[in-house]
């Protein structure tokens, strides 16, 4: 592990691995550098591989108020550390934050590759409630990090889904070894949150912005996901001036790396 220090003197943990061009990788809600391990080693022998905390996360630090803007100046900090130009991978919210940090980061980004933002575009998934984010600081500011989140589950990622099968889901969840990990990331949520708010609401307004990219960029989605993701995926896609879309056959939201890897390798080493 080595840490980097952002704009705000936040210490930001990353993981260094490998060799070649540098590729910086961005998880979702609920994730640490930790669960990016196996795609880094399988990156490894294409890439200098950093994967990192976000602030709050793992062994990041984390400097309130929370503000997107803070997080894009952590991801400045890395492409700093990367010698000053990288490609990134973003997952799930991630990918938002990646795609709102390339309007500010643009020079410092070779190529973006980005798996399932949750971009909810017309009627197939529900729209956020829009006292979401103001939920979710109150239940973690009055402790209740696991209703946290099971309400970011139920109203943001699984809204689309019937009530009973999320009820399975959830008590899965809350059943396995993990549930005290995701415990600890819950005063995270917001953060993902206020990200994905804007981009939850049933509009291709939000999106709009993006066609301000001129980085190549490459969008990914899953074959078995939802069909709300795929259209999501379509639309970002049709709003970027330099895409290319991609299915990966079989995967869900969930992506198995070992399929995830050869697609990230075939485009950003072009």
Known sequence: MRTTVSQDGTSIACDQSGNG?????????????????????LLAPHF????????????SGDTPPYAIAREIEDIAALIAVAGGSAAIYGM????????????????????LVVYEPPLVVNAAHPPLPSDFVAHLDHLIGSGQRGAAIEYFMTR???????????VDIVEHMRQSPQWQDLEALAPTLPYDGRIAEAFMTGS?????????????TL????????????????ALAASLPQSQRQTLADQTHYVDPAVLAPAL???CAQ
């Open 21 to 41: 061009p540098a590729i910086i990788l961005v998880g979702g809600a609920l994730s640490t550098r930790a669960d990016a391990g196996q795609l880094a080693a």
């Open 48 to 59: 200098t591989v950093y994967s990192y905390d976000r602030r709050g996360r793992g062994d």
């Open 92 to 111: 799930s919210s991630g990918a938002i934050l990646v795609l709102t940090a390339a309007l500010q980061l643009a020079k410092g980004i070779t190529k």
């Open 156 to 166: 943001a990622v699984m809204a689309d889904m019937p009530a009973e099968m999320v």
């Open 204 to 216: 291709l307004e939000p999106l709009r912005q993006w066609s301000l990219i001129e980085i190549p």
């Open 219 to 234: 969008v990914l989605d899953g074959g078995a996901s939802p069909m709300w993701m795929h259209a999501g995926a379509d």
């Open 265 to 267: 390798i075939a485009y």
